[in-house]
């Protein structure tokens, strides 16, 4: 029979998560390339709602948590063929051909060039859609403790030993980002707005407007070149999700995060059971075999005292 038992009731082990949860704060950034592109993203999240729900078979499963993209930017660059535009007259000769002429105009002016476009998609919202965990307890030594401390040194030094309790997650499952389709707007003005500052100074808006008459399927060129089979918010999110990998990497850091890093219950060991009162020092008891379970009603940790 064991000598400490302590109980939380479902109501309080969900706060108790949700302190957990409100603390998690995930960054990264990655550049790869791919075939005739290379892209770079850089994201920051935190975890937001969710429901909780114990369950009789000492598991834990939490649904519907929102994954928000504090931060979430993506720049593609690639590199486009130049091309030369054919001269026209614009005010005809009868006698010797032409009065005004148009040049032929390169684009960009010597060549193929390397052009790069950056969304900002910050704010948007996935999810976790379900973790299932169980929980498991640990023994934690401080590092800083040092090797000749006695449990009294390291109490005096802040630095005591503790026992812990973590979510340990069998499984998280984060949906694919869902990027919005009016992304695609974006994507092509972008595009359009590179080629546009290609173009020499000096060419005139309605040069420009014809110029783009002739060039314009070169838009399809591009998406054609970085493999956009279908809308480009999906090609976008398989690049993040899968290219990158993103998805996997949200998982990874989430169930490290609950199962490692921020317990959800912790206390010293030997455990004080009476503080220091002048001359007296603190009185404390050894914790041993500890254990963490959950049923649909409550948490429960069990200890036992030992010498």
């Known amino acids: 029979m064991s000598h400490i038992t302590i109980a939380a ?70 590199t486009i063929p130049g091309w030369c535009t054919p001269s026209f007259c614009i005010v005809p000769d009868p006698w010797n051909g032409c009065l005004v002429g148009f040049p032929s105009i390169c684009i960009p002016p010597g060549g193929g060039t390397t052009i790069c476009i950056t969304l900002d998609l910050s704010g948007l919202v996935s999810e976790i859609s379900d973790l299932k965990a169980s929980l498991l307890t640990n023994y934690f030594v401080d590092p800083a403790r040092l ?19 973590f979510i340990d997650p069998v499984w998280v499952h984060v949906d694919p ?79 490290d995060y609950f199962a490692s890093q921020n317990p959800i219950y912790e206390f010293e060991d030997p455990y004080p059971v009476l503080p220091a009162d002048g001359i007296l020092i603190p009185v404390k008891v050894p914790i041993r075999e500890l254990t963490a379970e959950v049923n649909s009603r409550e948490m429960i940790v069990r200890a036992n005292i030992g010498g």
């Open 9 to 78: 009731s479902a109501k309080a082990f969900e706060q108790i998560f949700k302190a957990v949860r409100d603390h998690f704060h995930f960054s990264k950034s990655d550049t790869g390339t791919f075939g005739p592109f290379s892209a770079t993203y850089w994201v920051a999240l935190h975890l937001e709602g969710g429901t909780l729900q114990l369950n009789d078979d000492n598991t834990v499963e939490v649904q519907d948590v929102d994954i928000v993209f504090d931060t979430l930017k993506v720049q593609v660059c690639f």
């Open 147 to 165: 090797p000749a401390w006695s449990d009294l040194d390291a109490e005096f030094a802040g630095h005591p030993n503790k026992w812990r309790v």
């Open 177 to 255: 980002i869902d990027i919005p389709a009016t992304v695609g707007n974006l994507f092509e003005n972008a595009v359009h707005n590179a080629i546009d500052n290609l173009f020499p100074g000096w060419v005139p808006q309605w040069a420009k407007d014809w110029l783009w008459s002739i060039i314009g399927p070169v838009i399809d060129v591009i998406k054609a070149a970085l493999n956009i089979v279908g809308e480009i918010n999906e090609w976008l999110a398989d690049l993040l999700g899968n290219q990158f990998d993103l998805l996997g990497l949200i998982e990874t850091a989430v169930a």
